[in-house]
């Protein structure tokens, strides 16, 4: 559970060589910021840093006004400073317990001219942090840019501003920037939404005037939003209750019907049956099939032939005898 009082504030800031024309001008903004956010109720902390060819830490977390001095020089190593202050705002919330934690968290670049530098990030890298942060943690980012400078910020993933390249212009786009974090950090902690117009107009009472607007949209939308979710809501919930309630008369009809039938039972006696005896069951006797043999045929046996019995000579003798005497 994060700190609901706790605002943190990032403040990435071009010092290149083409901020000289309107220095003045810009030191004047953003000191003119800092001292209105930290005379506000709640608790803040800022981290400011500039950035050219290289990246510089100005102020981190601080809890108490600090005074800024812009000194334009170099080139405009945009993507280098934003992805190297992810990781370090980053790295230093994640060092404080959660109780401890900004429940808000906003970082804003301001810039006037375009990517020239970078030698450490590109475009998709850094916006794939920026979507991560936002999605994950809830962190709001702000691009504001001159001119067309601005449209650098659709990019990487942020909302644009748009100012006037001139000294008005620069005074303007951080007093509406001063204007939107205030209404940020009044919102409670849940509805907190940071809201700057497309086009910074000059002048103080235009600038604030398109914040107010550009909040008023943003409130209505999520009030608009907060009573659709609370209509489905209760919808829902009437629904829930007439299934419940529907689901509690079926069981109760069905526990009375169950109860009857018991009642109903219990005061007819129910005959007990004493256990039939069952008759040892008889086999019946198996019989057995008469197994058949099949005849046995024999062969027929084959008779010999008679054997001529050899004449011996005495029955020649006696034959002759006889044929002799019948003559």
Known sequence: ???????????????????????????????????????????????????????????????????????????????????????????????????????????????????????????????????????????????IGAEEAAWQGHDIGMAASQYTRNGAGNRSAYQAMSHAISQYREAPADMAIFEMPTFIEEGVNSAVGTVKKATATAKKTASSTAKRVSATAKSASASAKSVSSATAKTASAKTSNTVNKVASTAKTPVAVKAPAKKAPAKKAPVKKAPVKKAPVKKAPVTKKAPVAKKTTSSTAKKTAKKTTSAK
């Open 1 to 143: 559970m994060t700190n609901p009082d706790y605002t943190h504030v990032v403040l990435i800031i071009d010092r290149s060589g083409s901020m000289e024309n309107t220095r003045e001008d810009a030191q004047g903004g953003i000191n003119a910021l800092l001292r209105e956010q930290y005379e506000l109720p709640g608790k803040l902390t800022v981290t400011l840093t500039q950035f050219n060819t290289e990246t510089d830490t100005v102020a981190r977390m601080a809890s108490k006004p600090l005074k800024y001095t812009l000194k334009p020089n170099g080139g405009t190593a945009l993507y280098d400073a934003v992805g190297k202050e992810i990781q370090r705002t980053g790295e230093d919330l994640s060092s404080l317990p959660d109780d401890k934690r900004p429940s808000r968290v906003l970082i804003a670049i301001v810039t006037d001219g375009e990517e020239n530098s970078s030698r450490e990030f590109n475009r998709d890298h850094v916006r794939s942090m920026v979507d991560h942060q936002r999605y994950a943690y809830n962190w709001a980012f702000q691009f």
